[in-house]
C-alpha cells in the first residue's frame, strides 16, 4: 500500500501523463492504458497514450483506444506509467526518445510478469501473483477510490479476460474472480468483450488451422507436434500473428505431454511450446533451442526453415550453437556444420 501511496501522489501532482503501452500490444496492456486514461481524463490531467505497434481492430472497443499514438513530444511530460510491463525495453522507445527515460521523469509501473524486477527510481507496483496488470488498476483504483464507470470497467475486464484465457489458465484466482464479478457490477459489457477477443476469427487464421490441425503429429515419446511453412501462410493469406490460439488447441489432447507447434517466418523457425501438466518443464525444453519462459508455456526461435523428411526437423542456417538431436524425438535440430 505503501506504493499505492506514492503513486497517488505523483498522480495527483501531475499535469501531463504519458501513458506506454508494451510491443505488441494485447487486451492487457492496452485495458490497462485506456482505463487509467479515462481516470487521467476525469481529474482534467492532459494525457497521451502511446504504443509502438498500433493496436489490432480487435480491441476497437475499448474506449479511447483510437487516442493511441506512436509519436509523441518526449520532452513535455511530467509522469509516465509504464501499463502491463515493469522494464523499458518492453515499450521499446528506448531507441527513438533515448532522453525520455533519462530525464528525471518520475515512473509509476504497473505488472505481474514473473521476469521483471522493476525500473530503477520508479514506484513499481508489481504483484506477480495478480493475473493480470488490470486486476492491479483496479485495486488501485479501489484504494484512490476512484468512480468505476461501465466504461473503465469495461477495459480493466477485458485486461482480465485477456490474461486469464477467458478464466481459463491457471493464474484464475478467487480473487481473479471476484474482482471480474464486481467489474461486471459496474456495468462491464462482458458480450462486447467476448464477441470482439473470441468470437472475431478472420476465415484467413481458420484456413491456417486447418493446415496445423492437417499437418499434427504425435510422436513416441507423447508430444504433440505440428509446422507451418511459409507457404501455409502465403497460401492461407494470413499473418504471422494469425498462428496464435493453435497451440492452446493441440495442448488439449488427451494424454499428450506437451504440444510444439514448429511456424516459419521466412529467415527462421519459431516454436512455441505448451502443456497443461504439472512434471513438464517447457522452459528447460525449449531452452536447449536457445530459448525460454514459463513451465508451462515457452517458445524459442532458430534461425533456418522447416524441411519435411519421414519426421519434421529444422535446418538451421549460419552459425548457431545448437549441435546433434535434442531429447524430444520428431522434433530434433540439425547443425548446420554437421551436413557435409
Ligand atoms: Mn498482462
Known sequence: MEEFTKAKKLINNAANILILAHRRPDGDTLGVSCALYLVFQKMDKSCTMACIDAPTDRFDFLPEINKFVKDFNPSVYDLIILADAADTKIVMYDNIYPELFNANIPIIVFDHHHSNEGVAGAVNIIDTRAASASAIVYKFFRFINVHISPQIATCLLTGIYNDTGSFMHSNTSKETLEIASDLMRCGAKVPVIIKSMFKNTPISSLKLWGRALENLKITEDGAAISVLMKKDFEECEAESNEAGGIIEKMSGIPEIKFAVLLHETGTSVKGSMRTIREDVDLAKIAGLFG??????????????????????????????????????????????????
Open 291 to 340: 530459448g525460454g519462459g514459463h513451465r508451462k508455456a515457452a517458445g524459442f526461435v532458430v534461425p533456418g526453415r522447416i524441411e519435411k523428411e519421414i519426421r519434421w526437423k529444422i535446418i538451421p542456417e549460419g552459425d548457431i550453437s545448437l549441435k546433434g538431436s535434442t531429447p524430444i524425438s520428431g522434433l530434433f535440430v540439425e547443425s548446420a556444420s554437421d551436413k557435409s
